[in-house]
């Protein structure tokens, strides 16, 4: 039993220090290092600027998305849904670096400023939000209808459905509406800086234009350590949020 | 005991083409603990009509009246948490615990968490589940029936005076059901709620219900007791629906009890072979019961196993499996008759000691009446 669970651990553990010991050889062989302590400042401004792109959008889209996903479920909105449910389709099909430029080019026609954080932001939120709607929406719609006929038979209002039964159980679909919708914001986030939103991108393009491969690491290795440990919470707070009688495969977590 | 629920000419037509009567100008009263089943063919209106009661389904015309109150006139919330309703597919809330299922309800009215605690812990005593070893497992993890038990507990938490039950063991496997249907009204002889019980299998209804109400195409065909619909089909369809065996599914209203003969021809397994021809000499049997000093059965005498060299009863004793418990149903006495010898067949309590004997002629007095 013991054996057991150290050779698990171990074979969690033996791919996550290859791994970082890997980006740490690539860190130090191109000077990654000596650039980023040089610039130690500058690093934090980055890092602040990335956190601020990938959280921001991040929560306007998981409220904006459950919210919406969950007004299509119900019944007044059964016309709209199908709808917005194509809206959201066409939307996710689009490139990110699509969505950026289209933000760019769009926000100065109303009267916005195409260039800077916010567009950045709204592009970032318009592209993360679609799978979680979707999610939401096909996640609460596939909550047994017999569960919720039980739960009105017995007098649960609407609201308490809601709140205790629909969405508690559709959680795990839309846990993974939210998973992919950080991988999105996540992998699009350093392209932030190419409509002047800021972020580890500066760092990484500035890198490739002066052919710098020592300043590219330093942009790339904090960005992919990133999206690591932003994996690694979404998999904590999974577990600890869904109901263990929903959970259908176990989550991985480091 | 008076009247707990009563509808009068409740009517349902769904809007649409031809305005067709899903139920219609139905009326029956329903006594304080007594369980009405609910039956006939598919399309009958018979689960409109139970959704009609804790409103699921809007009522077009008549009036529903439970304990004296009108229903349209309560609010739907506050009716609903007052009825228990339990559905063929059982509907557990995935994310909840069992504890946290049969909760719900008392949850919902506000009750202190301790009476809720124990609230949980009776009723899963009552259906037979150890509450240590599954208040905290999760619906996934039990079988269907274990399943509809917790679904059963759930709509009783609440302490309802009337259940509503859609077909409750009809997606259980025969074997499981009845159990299950005997486990249930074991629960009902302590709980005594008023039920309205959903099925389309009219052995069920005849073995749960004190009434029947058969529908057909919305209307009331009969309601009655399970004997009153068995001895006296209203007509030809009522007849054909309950089965040309009415006769035999009779047999499952009664216990052997009420059928057997008292008084059988018992004889003590110590007495001497002398005192026991006297008896055979005296009744008109070819066998006697042999008994111990408790009055226990010990076996049966065949008069023609009696030999000359045979000196005590004892010796002559074969022990028998042709006996049953007095409160078995007359189906299975019939059933255990046929398949023994003898012709009659021991009835005994609980401890086994003799209480009577049933032959089929028995049988045939109590169908008559």
């Known amino acids: 039993m013991t054996l057991r669970i150290w050779f698990q651990l171990v074979k969690k553990l033996v791919p996550l220090f290859l791994t970082i010991l890997f980006i740490s050889w690539l860190y130090n062989y191109y000077g990654a290092w000596d650039y980023t302590i040089k610039n130690i400042p500058e690093f934090f401004r980055l890092i602040v600027e990335h956190f601020t792109l990938v959280i921001i959008s991040m929560v306007c889209a998981v409220l904006v998305g459950v919210t919406l996903g969950t007004m299509m479920t119900r019944k007044s909105m059964e016309n709209a849904s199908s709808t917005i449910m194509t809206v959201v389709n066409v939307w996710q099909s689009i490139p990110s670096l ?108 500035t890198g490739i234009d002066l052919v710098d491969t020592g300043i590219m690491i330093a942009g790339a290795v904090p960005v992919a350590l990133i999206a690591m440990l932003f994996d690694f919470c979404l998999a904590r707070s999974e577990k600890f949020f869904i109901s263990r009688g929903v959970q259908t495969i176990e989550v991985e977590t480091v | 005991m008076g009247t707990m629920l009563s509808l009068q000419k409740v009517t349902k037509i769904y809007p649409g083409a031809g305005h067709i009567k899903a139920v219609n100008e139905l009326s029956f ?154 486990e249930f009204l074991k629960v009902q002889e302590k709980v005594k709620k008023t ?64 059928a057997m003969k008292d008084n059988p021809p018992t004889i003590h397994q110590d007495e001497t072979i002398e005192t026991a021809q006297n008896m055979f000499a005296k009744i008109n049997s070819r066998y006697l019961i042999a008994v111990d000093g408790e009055g226990v059965l010990t076996g049966i005498i065949d008069k023609q196993g009696i030999t000359d060299k045979v000196t005590h009863v004892k010796d002559v004793v074969s022990p028998t499996e042709a006996w049953l418990i007095a409160h078995a149903s007359l189906k299975d006495g019939l059933s255990e008759i046929f398949t023994h010898d003898y012709g009659f067949l021991v009835v005994v309590d609980d401890t086994k000691k003799v209480l009577g004997w049933l032959h089929t002629e028995d049988i045939k007095e109590t169908l008559k009446g």
Request: glycine content about 10%; hydrophobic content about 45%.
């Open chain 2, 195 to 258: 039920i309205i019980f959903v099925t389309h299998d009219i052995n069920e209804a005849i073995k749960m219900g004190n009434k029947i109400c058969l529908l057909k195409d919305g209307h009331l065909v009969q309601f009655a007791s399970p004997e009153e619909i068995l001895t006296h089909p209203k007509n030809d369809f009522v007849a054909d629906f309950v089965g040309g065996d009415r006769t035999l599914k009779r047999l499952n209203l009664f216990t052997i009890k009420r």
């Open chain 1, 98 to 205: 699509a969505v950026l430029a289209l933000a760019y080019g769009f926000l100065p026609l109303i009267g916005l400023s195409g260039i800077g954080m916010t567009p950045a932001l709204i592009a970032l939120f318009l592209h993360a939000v679609a799978p979680i709607v979707r999610n939401t929406y096909s996640g609460i719609d596939a909550v047994s209808k017999d569960v919720i006929e039980a739960a009105t038979g017995m007098g649960m209002t609407k609201r308490q459905i809601l709140f205790q039964i629909e969405l508690p159980n559709a959680l795990p679909v839309i846990a993974g509406g939210v998973r992919t919708a950080t991988a999105i914001i996540v992998g699009t986030a350093p392209l932030a800086f190419l409509i002047g939103g800021g972020g580890l991108g500066f760092w990484i393009f």
């Open chain 2, 29 to 182: 009263d329903l006594e304080e603990g007594e369980i009405c089943t609910v039956v006939g063919p598919s399309g009958c209106g018979k689960t409109t009509a139970m959704k009609m009661i804790n409103r699921l389904i809007s009522i077009t015309s008549g009036k529903i009246i439970i304990d004296g109150k009108d229903i349209s006139r309560l609010n739907t919330i506050e009716l609903r948490r007052s009825i228990g309703y339990v559905i063929q597919n059982i509907g557990l809330f995935p994310n909840m615990t069992i504890g946290e299922n049969i909760a719900i309800i008392p949850k919902l009215l506000k009750w202190d968490k301790a009476k809720i605690d124990e609230k949980v812990q009776r009723l899963l005593e009552i259906v037979n589940l150890d509450p240590d070893e599954f208040r905290d497992r999760y619906p996934k993890e039990l079988s269907g029936g274990q399943q509809q038990r917790i679904g059963v507990a759930r709509a009783m938490a609440g302490d309802p005076p009337i259940m509503l039950m859609d077909e409750p063991f009809g997606a259980i496997d025969p074997i499981n059901r009845d159990h299950l249907q005997n």
